[in-house]
């Protein structure tokens, strides 16, 4: 059974970076896209980047320019950092693998992506 | 476009049937997934792609697209159903996630 587990420092200063690590265990971590969410107090999830297996990345174009997403495939691990964090970057961030997948005949794909194990996520503090 | 919006809120009687909707441009190229998420909990997969349900979930769970907006329906709502659900897919380009606001599912 696929698990992941989100882990980093539950309290981070303004203007700090945030860093954080998610583990992979029970599967490998190929043709999978992983992501990092995010769920403010009380609010709706938002997507804040994935790295897919291969290496290419994609980032949430309001957190673009302060997120980077790598991945260390020998580990098991795929991590986010943040950077010039404020209190509204103060959240429950969760990790999640995503696949893609089709249905359909040839010439008449429909895709979807669907997000099938996340972690239990891990509550990030900013404040001084 | 890059966004899906959903109904704030959405109650049902026990054991009646209803559904979440989610709507926005992208859904024509790419089918929604749904997830229902309890208090103090991460989100589960409850249905994806046209005709998916993870193990685990309840035949009471179904989805369908129509044009722009895809569909939950939960048939014989049961107590445990409560919670909020999301959506999901990506943008029309495929290269972001995007995610509903969220539906708030109270069964009465």
């Known amino acids: 059974q696929v698990q992941l587990q989100e882990s980093g420092p539950g309290l981070v200063k303004p203007s700090e970076t945030l860093s954080l690590t998610c583990s992979v265990s029970g599967d490998s971590m190929g043709s999978y896209y992983w992501n990092w969410i995010r769920q403010a107090p009380g609010k709706g999830l938002e997507w804040i980047g994935f790295i897919y297996s291969r290496g290419s990345t994609s980032y949430n174009p309001s957190l673009k320019s302060r997120v980077t997403i790598s991945l260390d495939m020998s580990k098991s691990q795929f991590s986010l950092r943040l950077s010039s964090v404020t209190a509204a970057d103060t959240a429950l961030y969760y990790c999640?693998?995503?696949?893609?997948?089709?249905?359909?005949?040839?010439?008449?794909?429909?895709?979807?992506?669907?997000?099938?194990?996340w972690g239990k996520g891990t509550t990030v503090t900013v404040s001084s | 476009s890059s966004e899906l919006t959903q109904d704030p809120a959405v109650s049902v009687a026990l054991g009646q049937t209803v559904t979440i909707t989610c709507q926005g441009d992208?859904?024509?190229?790419?089918?929604a997934s749904w997830y229902r998420q309890k208090p103090g909990q991460a989100p589960v997969l409850v249905f994806f792609?046209?005709?998916n349900r993870p193990s685990g979930i309840p035949d009471r769970f179904s989805g369908s697209i129509s044009g722009n907006t895809a569909s939950l329906t939960i048939t014989g709502a049961q107590a445990e159903d409560e919670g909020d659900y999301f959506c999901h897919s990506r943008d029309s380009g495929g290269h972001h996630v995007v995610f509903g606001g969220g539906t708030k599912l109270t069964v009465l």
């Open positions: 992208s859904l024509r190229t790419y089918c």
């Open positions: 792609g046209k005709t």
């Open positions: 999640a693998r995503e696949h893609l997948s089709a249905t359909g005949k040839p010439g008449s794909y429909f895709y979807y992506y669907y997000m099938d194990v």
